[in-house]
């Protein structure tokens, strides 16, 4: 059989409690890599711990919910059925299984369609069964791949708001995608993976805090000198009937603007620092990944 490098070099390390998003296009390596920590594949090298113990100790997995990117269902089961073959497998008690599961048919807004068979659910409904069933055994560590994937906006939101409350209750949730608002909107944390390998990996605010990328001020009052001098410090200036918009590269570029205004009696209407957007970085590392 032919040989293929998926993941190459991979590490990584997740706190207890984070909501970790692991960010990556199609085909980067993020189901592989999920695959890995669940012990469902080996890799050639390395080794995988989940809550402390290693993933070939099986009694880890009693700690650990996971929802596949592609999961299958049982088309004739009802959502409550299928929730309790689920606990079954957990060998939870049928009291405490029907306590759980309508809480989870709460949780996963599903009450009303608990009598329904799955194979009349919407993309949406069954995306909902699938994280409740993830959710089964009270698990410590959440392991989503794509949760997000194929449901509206609404959709959405109510996923973002249950991995929230999740992290509220002190749960460890790992995540994939490739929807980046997402991401930037719940993570604590972000590790994005271009072609097997480990891009960058951090805090969200970290990253976004580093990376000011020009600064933005808007002056009125405006004279020919003011102008002349102001093109010569930074020529992109956009000048509009009665205001020049200038980009500044740095913090040098700053006060010299700055100075330039006053010397010039402009008046200062607004001084902004632009930060990258999370796509901006996610962009930034995809193409040093592919060069
Ligand atoms: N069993 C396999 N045999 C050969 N190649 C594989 C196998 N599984 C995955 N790959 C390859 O590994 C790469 C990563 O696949 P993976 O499914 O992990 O990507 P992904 O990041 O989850 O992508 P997506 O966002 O599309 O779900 C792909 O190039 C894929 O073709
Ligand atoms: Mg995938």
């Given at each position: 059989m032919k040989r293929v490098k998926v993941l190459d070099n991979l590490n990584l390390d997740i706190n207890k409690g984070e909501i970790f998003g692991y960010l990556g296009p199609n085909g980067a390596g993020k189901t592989t890599t999920i695959k890995i920590l669940l012990g469902i594949i080996s890799p050639t090298a390395g080794s995988v711990s989940l809550l402390g113990k290693d993933i070939k100790e099986i009694g880890v997995k009693k700690y650990v919910g996971f929802l596949p990117e592609q999961p299958y269902f049982y088309d004739y089961l009802t959502a409550n059925e299928f929730l309790h073959f689920c606990g079954q497998l957990f060998n939870i008690n049928r009291i405490d299984r029907q306590k759980r599961i309508d809480e989870l048919l709460r949780i996963v807004k599903l009450e009303e369609s608990s009598h329904l068979q799955l194979r009349k659910f919407s993309k949406g409904m069954l995306q909902r069964i699938g994280i409740a069933q993830a959710l089964?055994?009270?698990?410590?560590?959440?392991?989503?791949?794509?949760?997000?994937?194929?449901?509206?906006?609404?959709?959405?939101?109510?996923?973002?708001?249950?991995?929230?409350?999740?992290?509220?209750?002190?749960?460890?949730?790992?995540?994939?995608?490739?929807?980046?608002?997402?991401?930037?909107?719940?993570?604590?944390?972000?590790?994005?993976?271009?072609?097997?390998?480990?891009?960058?990996?951090?805090?969200?605010?970290?990253?976004?805090?580093?990376?000011?990328?020009?600064?933005?001020?808007?002056?009125?009052?405006?004279?020919?000198?003011?102008?002349?001098?102001?093109?010569?410090?930074?020529?992109?200036?956009?000048?509009?009937?009665?205001?020049?918009?200038?980009?500044?590269?740095?913090?040098?570029?700053?006060?010299?603007?700055?100075?330039?205004?006053?010397?010039?009696?402009?008046?200062?209407?607004?001084?902004?620092?632009?930060?990258?957007?999370?796509?901006d970085i996610f962009v930034e590392r995809i193409n040093r990944g592919n060069n």
């Open positions: 089964i055994n009270d698990p410590e560590l959440i392991i989503l791949d794509e949760p997000m994937s194929g449901l509206d906006p609404i959709g959405r939101k109510e996923i973002r708001d249950i991995i929230l409350s999740l992290r509220d209750r002190g749960k460890t949730i790992f995540f994939s995608t490739h929807i980046i608002p997402d991401v930037e909107m719940i993570c604590d944390r972000v590790g994005i993976i271009m072609a097997g390998k480990l891009q960058d990996v951090g805090y969200i605010d970290d990253m976004l805090d580093a990376s000011i990328s020009n600064t933005e001020i808007i002056v009125s009052n405006i004279s020919e000198p003011l102008i002349d001098e102001i093109k010569k410090i930074a020529p992109q200036c956009i000048q509009t009937s009665d205001k020049l918009l200038i980009k500044a590269e740095n913090d040098e570029q700053i006060s010299k603007i700055i100075e330039t205004i006053y010397k010039h009696h402009g008046q200062l209407i607004s001084l902004t620092p632009h930060k990258k957007s999370l796509e």
